[in-house]
């Protein structure tokens, strides 16, 4: 059941030719009823105070169909800006959404959060650099926040997950669309074990426009934006500069200078970005500058305790610091290892036994730092 005041915010935003930023502009010059019946009842002289080129003009099946899909479920949530529940650091972006459609636990949207963002293509490498650093950033009482798309996306709500941590998707499309296809489960353990939202209305398909605008809500919400290998030309990049204007810290993994797949982080890093090599990096640069949203977090202990590589001793240590974070093929091993092949063979199936490395097309990849 939405307050009045939260009746007020979902009719807004179901005015057409109306956008968030525009609202934003309007509520500063009058109060939010005078702005609902501006928008309802005089949508020219609206469009002509505002100079917007679109009619602005009331559309109050969206509010009937919001209001019908808020009833279907308990687990089903409105939340406007005025919510309780409302990320408190996208208030202050310059047009955040009037309305978020959440399934799960809307709680979450109040918890200190880090985006993690990256390519759909993702390197062996680079999952394996991701899943670390986001079990790490859990471990410390940071959640995980992401766009639910393939690659990176994925591996970092898949990771929060793993370790009993809350994770949340936002989404490019309506609430009950999910895309890509194939993450209908994920979509599912995301909702029972933290929430995903959307700004678009119910039963929004899929469309490539609205990818770029839900990037301002996963860097709107969060203290800071990780980016793993980020292409050139990415949607990474996109979330990445929006991060930027928002006044937002923002992280970048360096990667193989051959490969493509890193070239956007490169270049985030030659702007100013971050260069990162684990999750301390991150907390210790988000604990200077926003101490106040992470006040009694024990964050350096956690990471400790997460990290099962500090006090171990290198096992087989001639031959796994020849295993590179890329595929490492066995003569390379051999030759940087100065040992028999029959010695190294043994010595990596043991290694990847104890998950130091793992064997894929070619030769090995180093999971585990020392």
């Known amino acids: 059941m939405l307050t009045d005041e939260e009746q007020q915010w979902l009719t807004l935003a179901a005015v057409s030719g109306l956008t968030d930023g525009r609202i934003q502009q309007l509520l500063k010059q009058v109060s939010l009823a005078d702005a609902v019946d501006l928008a309802v ?23 009937e169909q919001s209001l019908a899909w808020l009833a279907q479920s308990p687990s089903h949530s409105i939340i406007t800006y005025s919510s309780q529940y409302y990320p408190t650091l996208l208030k202050q972006i310059s047009d955040p959404p009037s ?10 949207l109040l918890k200190p959060t880090i985006a993690v963002v990256g390519s759909r293509n993702a390197s062996h490498a ?5 899943a670390q650093i986001c079990q790490q950033l859990a471990f410390s009482g940071l959640q995980i926040c992401s766009g639910m798309a393939l690659g990176i996306d994925a591996v970092a709500h898949k990771t929060a997950l793993q370790h009993q941590h809350t994770t949340v998707a936002v989404l490019g499309t309506g609430i009950d669309c999910i895309y890509p ?29 609205n990818f770029p605008k839900r990037n301002r809500i996963i860097s709107g919400m969060s203290l800071g934006c990780v980016v793993m290998e980020a292409q050139q030309k990415s949607g990474s990049l996109i979330t990445a500069r929006t991060a930027l204007e928002q006044n937002r810290e923002v992280f970048a993994v360096p990667g193989n200078v051959l490969s493509g797949n890193s070239q956007g982080c490169h270049q985030l890093i030659k702007q100013g970005a971050m260069l990162i090599e684990s999750a301390q ?12 949203h992470l006040e009694g977090l024990p964050l ?53 036994l104890q998950g130091w490395v793992v064997a894929v097309p070619g030769g090995y990849v180093r999971q585990k730092r020392s």
């Open 41 to 63: 009842n005089h949508g020219e002289q609206l469009r002509q105070r505002l100079k917007a080129r679109k009619p602005i003009q009331f559309q109050p099946f969206r509010v």
């Open 99 to 108: 309305v978020l459609f959440v399934k799960g636990d809307p709680t979450c």
């Open 126 to 130: 680079g999952q394996q650099i991701t």
């Open 181 to 209: 296809k194939r993450h209908q489960s994920l979509y599912w353990d995301i909702i029972n074990q933290g929430c995903v939202i959307s700004e678009f209305w119910p039963n929004t398909q899929a469309f490539a426009g």
């Open 281 to 292: 990096d991150i907390i210790e640069q988000i604990a200077t500058i926003c101490a106040a």
């Open 300 to 352: 350096r202990h956690n990471i400790d305790q997460s990290s099962n590589t500090i006090t171990q001793q290198l096992p087989f240590a001639q031959v796994l610091d020849s295993v590179n974070y890329e595929t490492t093929p066995i003569d390379v091993i051999v030759e940087h290892s100065e040992q028999p092949i029959a010695q190294v063979m043994e010595q990596l199936l043991e290694l990847e």
